[in-house]
């Protein structure tokens, strides 16, 4: 009796081994919610290491192998709750959009529509008569936080809401200069004009001290501005995602493979005769490229020909032949390496439109695969017009201490963003390639339309350099606003001389 109750206490206290999902399931359940290794191991009780050979092909035993199994039982449990939230929302977002007879596409996109009655701008709070994805906004971004669209008076079967939206209107609205325009009070106190004021104060009114103080904090502050400006936006930024490999620096030192279509093109050759250049300045360059395609959340990888328009990220891809090298730059820059290589989001569109009827320069790029996510172009749109509006004001007021601290505002959260010691809040490399690449693009787009006005492009050099000859002031604006430019340098190339007179001579 006793040897069998013992085989009977051994047989009640046996458990089958929970089972576990395979290697691969585990990595994408642990990078789902962007949980690093070490997070996880200290949750268990264990190592990183001992992780990453759980999603390397060895198993767990015992006690902690049913910990790991809840774990990613749990983590499978959440993110199937979150992709039914997010289809949820997207089904309604999509059932809640309206067809109008007068809808119109703004170019390049075809999700904007026309609205009878203007409505708030979801980004600046004033008058759109626009919307995109079902939310009313300005299309053009000069217009977007201080447009003062006159709303047309309603029909008269609804004479009580006027009635009630006169009583509003005849209450005196109170604005501030912003730029050239004006815009509503706000009850928010403006950061950027705060610490400018806190900087001069602490240091005596010393400029030099100031805008130096000023520039060291650039990084936290546009952080702290970035966060403000997300407050009640539609998408969450995943400041850590998973990213693949390509986007890791291969060395210590040394790059990712991701190419940028940075330019450094000059033109060959030019017709005889002494010919004066002017070297134009780009404003703004990488403030205006802040407004590109950005993938909202962690990159997933695709392979196949097509391209989502509604998805943004970083593509293989083998670029078309390239004919114009004498009159305009190669979209993609200065590559002599031939074959695939990995581009992003702003430069495979611009290939795309090359492409297309409308320009008919190049054959289609061929795309291999891509890491890609659901995109929005307005991701960083309040950023974005914050700056410029403190941009605008700093030059109508001489203020160069806040257009000093503006820049390094900008272009040190572009550059910090990728595998930087100097911003661990946002580690997006992708974002940092695609926002650099979209001012790339946007020279060239600018390299573009002074060829079409007939000026001769001489030179196109990183993202704010264009040498062109020619009446250029018909072309672009001249001034020192994101949309104009401004003179950099003049020079003269060639010369007079008639070479059959020069022959003459000489005999």
Same mark, same amino acid.
């Given at each position: ?20 999902? @395979? ?128 709303? @047309? ?20 609205? +109170? ?40 520039? +060291? ?137 090359? @492409? ?54 900008? @272009? ?14 946002? $580690? ?17 787009? +600018?390299?573009?339309?002074? $060829? ?33 430019? +401004? ?21």
């Amino acid at each position: 009796m006793t040897d069998f109750g013992a085989i009977d206490a051994l047989l009640a206290g046996a458990r089958q081994e929970v089972p576990l999902p @395979s290697v691969e399931v585990r990595r994408g359940l642990r990078e789902g919610l962007n949980l690093s290794r070490a997070q996880v191991a200290q949750a268990l009780g264990v190592s990183p290491s001992t992780v990453g050979g759980w999603e390397s092909g060895r198993d767990p035993s015992g006690e902690v192998r049913e910990k790991y199994a809840y774990f990613l039982d749990g983590a499978r449990t959440r993110l199937e709750a979150q992709a039914e939230q997010d289809a949820e929302e997207e089904a309604s977002a999509a059932s809640e959009e309206v067809t109008e007879a007068g809808e119109t596409e703004a170019e390049g996109e075809g999700e904007s529509e026309t609205l009878s009655v203007a409505q708030p701008c979801v980004l600046c709070g004033h008058p759109a008569r626009h919307q995109v994805a079902g939310f009313p906004q300005h299309l053009d971004p000069d217009e977007c936080g201080g447009e003062t669209a006159t709303v @047309s008076e309603p029909p008269a079967t609804a004479k009580p809401a006027a009635a009630a939206t006169a009583a509003v209107a005849a209450t005196p609205v +109170k604005v501030v200069p912003v730029g050239r325009r004006v815009q509503t009070v706000s009850d928010e106190p403006d950061p950027i004009a705060a610490a400018v004021a806190g900087a001069l104060a602490e240091h005596a009114g010393d400029v030099d001290a100031a805008t130096a103080a000023l520039v +060291k904090r650039a990084i936290p502050d546009a952080m702290a501005l970035l966060d403000s400006t997300r407050k009640g936006g539609r998408y969450d930024v995943v400041a850590h995602p998973w990213i693949p490999d390509i986007l890791r620096k291969q060395t210590a030192r040394g790059a990712d493979q991701i190419w940028e279509a940075r330019p450094k093109w000059a033109r060959h050759e030019l017709p005889p005769g002494a010919h004066e250049v002017t070297a134009l300045d780009i404003n703004g360059a990488y403030l205006s490229a802040l407004k590109t395609h950005l993938p909202i959340g962690q990159l997933e990888h695709s392979t196949g020909f097509g391209h989502d328009r509604r998805r943004a990220g970083v593509h293989l891809i083998t670029p078309p032949v390239w004919d114009h090298e004498a009159e305009l730059p190669n979209p993609i820059g200065n590559r002599d390496e031939p074959g695939p290589l990995w581009v992003t989001e702003p430069t495979l569109r611009l290939l795309l439109r090359l @492409s297309g009827p409308k320009y008919g320069l190049c054959e289609p790029p061929e795309i291999h695969e891509s890491f890609t996510s659901g995109a929005t172009e307005n991701l960083l749109e309040k950023f974005r017009i914050a700056l410029k509006d403190a941009r605008d004001r700093a030059i109508e007021q001489d203020d160069e201490v806040t257009l000093e601290y503006v820049k390094a505002m900008y @272009s040190k959260f572009v550059s910090t963003m990728g595998e930087s010691n100097y911003n661990r809040e946002l $580690y997006r490399p992708d974002w940092m390639h695609l926002i650099r690449s979209q001012a790339f693009a946007n020279l060239w787009t +600018k390299a573009y339309k002074a $060829y079409g006005e007939g000026l001769t492009v001489v030179r196109a050099m990183g993202t704010d350099e264009l040498h062109v000859i020619g009446d250029w002031r018909s072309v672009f604006p001249e001034g020192r606003g994101v949309s104009e430019v +401004k003179i950099k340098d003049t020079y003269t190339v060639g010369d007079d001389t008639d070479p059959a007179a020069a022959g003459e001579h000489e005999n």
